[in-house]
């Protein structure tokens, strides 16, 4: 049975960082994309970014480009966020997501993915 577990939430100032972690388990064969996501409440899960595990090719949403960057180990079938110049508005539970073989064509997209970690909280104040 697949299992992605995330580490790495907390709570920080805005302009802070955090690092998010997401480590894939169950499957013999590494993820072709993982992804992360975001979700407030009453409010649909984002995108936030995406990685093709073998090509290493990734997708932003525009919130963001130039603050987050994503990164995957395939040795580990893993994934991490790196998360820099955090905003108030960041605040969420944050998700990975994994998917293999078939390619679902929109790494920001939640429909492209099958299995869902348990979310992990980020709170940032201002």
């Known amino acids: 049975q697949v299992r992605l577990v995330e580490s790495g939430g907390g709570s920080v100032h805005a302009g802070g960082s955090l690092r998010l972690s997401c480590a894939a388990s169950?499957?013999?064969?590494?993820?072709?994309?993982m992804g992360w996501f975001r979700q407030t409440p009453g409010m649909e899960r984002q995108g936030v970014a995406g990685?093709?595990?073998?090509?290493?090719?990734?997708t932003y949403a525009d919130s963001a480009k130039g603050r987050f960057s994503i990164s995957a180990d395939k040795a580990k079938n893993a994934v991490t966020l790196q998360m820099n110049n955090l905003r108030p508005e960041d605040t969420a539970i944050y998700y990975c997501?994994?998917?293999?073989?078939?390619?679902?064509?929109?790494?920001?997209?939640?429909?492209?993915?099958?299995?869902w970690g348990q979310g992990i909280q980020v709170a940032v104040s201002s």
């Open positions: 990685i093709y595990t073998s090509g290493g090719s990734t």
């Open positions: 997501a994994a998917q293999w073989g078939v390619d679902g064509g929109e790494l920001l997209s939640p429909t492209s993915y099958a299995h």
């Open positions: 169950g499957y013999t064969y590494k993820a072709y994309y």
